[in-house]
């Protein structure tokens, strides 16, 4: 699976809306379609899930990977 244009060097984007984290190499494509549509995401950096915690998003199911830090 491709990433967005806007996050081809980010692995992990969290949706504003509902403070989840996904894992851009493992999430549904139609999540992150939805996502991208309604333009409610944030990229963290570091890029990782720990950083993603950090600012009190938690991981989806696709998010379990280990960090890409």
Do not use: C, W
């Amino acid at each position: 699976m491709s990433r967005p244009i806007k996050f081809e060097h980010n692995r992990f984007v969290g949706d504003k809306r509902t403070q989840v984290v996904y894992d851009l190499d493992t999430a549904p494509q139609d999540l992150i379609d939805e996502l991208m549509e309604a333009r409610t995401y944030l990229a963290f950096g570091p890029d990782t899930l720990t950083e993603a915690r950090n600012r009190g998003y938690k991981p989806h199911a696709s998010a379990t990977a280990e960090d890409a830090g």
